[in-house]
């Protein structure tokens, strides 16, 4: 018995006994009240089971949505190296076997040998119809040899991919069967920021999770995650494993696919997540179901946002609308007369806000529909109705290039355009104007969007054909200079305050 033992007993015995006078006293106090435990358990008042659970929250809503969310699980096979093919990969220790050898060489230098490798990964989808389509993304099923689908009910399913759009990160499956349990599908043009919102998928592969959240934002874009960019932005908890499942409102209805979450490399939810609106991804499911692959609008021409320099510059009133810095030859905006500089404020009576907003507008219409425009035009305002044509599978719509330059073009080397530099800048012989040879990091016009080889073919509207024209223009200009460039074949407004 050692120290510690022996005075913890003595303690003991001394709080045992307080413990049963204190008791002992309790207990006559209750007996002097005449209450009983059998008199307190009548006292208590139970559940009827005969009555049911008392619902609260959105436990209905999801037991109605659970069955239509799957979890897709997907192989493919992949070549690798039986040999690092970093050396830096190599523990120190390991690295002195190798010397000066080259790491993926085998000794003698002969190349590694190659092996099949399987990669396998888990994601989630959305059963959209009865017929056994599903609505998932891009990149879960991306490059998989084998697409598998498991059902609320453990079912697994063999599925096919029936066609997918890389663009939005929309891809379309679907399983043999029929009388599938299938979502109610929204209208996401109907959400509003601070309205409810539950995330349901596999993250992580544990299984069906729902997370609940609000919507936190609307039309969100310019994210650098796809070409076509109209997020809705949630809080719901989105984890790995989440992609492609549903986002739903209170109601229960199909509001959007969950796609992306901002972690900042820790690859878990950090309560900024986005989904792809529902009325984009039926939009896509359309075209694929009806024409093997989607076919987008096209308009033709090369758009930008108004900043507030070029709002300036250009003596507009606010910064509404999308600037065209380009027209596409032959295009359906140059046959309809739209012109370089002229501002679009409205498609189909929709303000446009940004490059953005046009191009989802545009992109969401069918090829040689009608288009209404309202554009603004040195001043005045016009409509303007355009036939759509369909865009060129090895063209994209040009994206907006913005700038926001403060300054002259002090720091800028200029250069005469001659038939060498513009054979070199892939322009042809007739082109004229001025070449930006160099941009100083010092320079007031470094961060303006203006970039080397640009050749700038006008300073406010009036043409110059080499440096003394421009230099001369924009001693005339005034506070406000507005360029335009010619980059690589495409023409844009950049706007300078001097």
């Keep these: 018995m050692n120290s510690r033992t022996f005075w913890k007993k003595p303690q003991a015995i001394t709080i045992a006994m307080i413990l049963l006078v204190g008791l002992a006293g309790f207990g006559m106090a209750r007996a002097s009240q005449k209450i009983s435990f059998s008199g307190l358990h009548a006292s208590m008042k139970l559940a009827d089971p005969a009555e049911g659970p008392s619902k609260t929250g959105f436990a209905p809503v999801v037991k109605g949505v659970l069955p239509d969310v799957v979890n897709i699980s997907?192989?493919?096979i992949t070549r690798a190296s039986d040999q690092p093919s970093n050396q830096d990969d190599i523990p120190p220790f390991f690295q002195q076997f190798f010397g000066q050898q080259m790491p993926g060489m085998n000794p003698g230098g002969r190349m590694p040998r190659q092996r099949d490798q399987r990669e396998d990964s888990?994601?989630?989808g959305v059963i959209v119809s009865p017929e056994g389509y599903i609505l998932t993304n891009n990149h879960v099923i991306d490059g998989a040899t084998d697409v598998r689908v498991t059902l609320a009910d453990k079912r697994q399913l063999k599925a096919k991919v029936v066609g997918t759009d890389p663009k939005t990160d929309i891809a379309v499956l679907k399983v043999d069967g029929s009388d599938f349990h299938a979502i109610t599908i929204g209208d996401s043009s109907k959400v509003e920021v601070g309205d409810y919102a539950l995330a349901i998928g596999d993250p992580f592969g544990v299984g069906q999770t729902v997370t609940m959240?609000?919507?936190?934002?609307?039309?969100?874009g310019n994210l650098g995650i796809e070409d076509y960019e109209d997020f809705i932005q949630t809080d719901a908890p989105i984890n790995p494993g989440n992609s492609?499942?549903?986002l739903i409102n209170d109601r229960g209805e199909l509001i959007g696919i969950n796609t992306a979450i901002l972690s900042h490399g820790s690859g878990g939810n950090e309560g900024i997540g986005f989904a792809v609106p529902v009325n984009l991804a039926r939009q896509v499911m359309n075209q694929i179901l009806d024409h093997g692959k989607v076919n987008r609008a096209y308009l033709g021409i090369m758009i930008q946002d108004v900043t507030p320099a070029i709002a300036k510059a250009m003596g507009l009133n606010d910064m509404k609308g999308v600037l065209v810095g380009d027209v596409t030859p032959s295009g359906p905006a140059m046959k309809s007369g739209i012109q370089r500089g002229d501002v679009i404020l409205e498609v189909n009576g929709k303000p446009m806000a940004d490059s953005r907003t046009l191009r989802m507008a545009i992109s969401m219409m069918n090829p040689d529909s009608s288009v209404k425009l309202k554009l603004l035009r040195n001043g005045s305002?016009?409509?303007?109705?355009v036939k759509l044509g369909e865009l060129p599978a090895s063209k994209e719509e040009a994206k907006a290039d913005e700038g926001n330059s403060k300054?002259?073009?002090?720091?800028?080397?200029?250069?005469?355009?001659?038939?060498?530099?513009?054979?070199q800048l892939g322009l042809p012989a007739?082109?004229?104007?001025?070449?930006v040879a160099e941009i100083s990091p010092?320079?007031?016009?470094?961060s303006s969007g203006l970039r080397r080889g640009d050749v700038i073919q006008e300073v406010n509207h009036q043409p110059v054909k080499n440096v003394s024209q421009l230099e001369e223009a924009i001693r005339k200009a005034g506070t406000n200079v507005l360029l335009l460039v010619n980059r690589q074949g495409n023409t844009l407004f950049i706007a300078i305050s001097m």
Aim: proline share 2%; no cysteine.
């Design 74 to 76: 997907t192989s493919k």
């Design 122 to 124: 888990l994601g989630s």
């Design 213 to 220: 959240g609000i919507i936190s934002a609307m039309n969100r």
């Design 244 to 246: 492609g499942g549903a």
């Design 381 to 385: 305002q016009s409509d303007m109705t």
């Design 407 to 423: 300054g002259a073009l002090e720091g800028v080397t200029l250069e005469n355009l001659d038939a060498d530099t513009s054979r």
């Design 430 to 435: 007739t082109t004229m104007g001025v070449v």
């Design 442 to 446: 010092s320079s007031p016009v470094a």
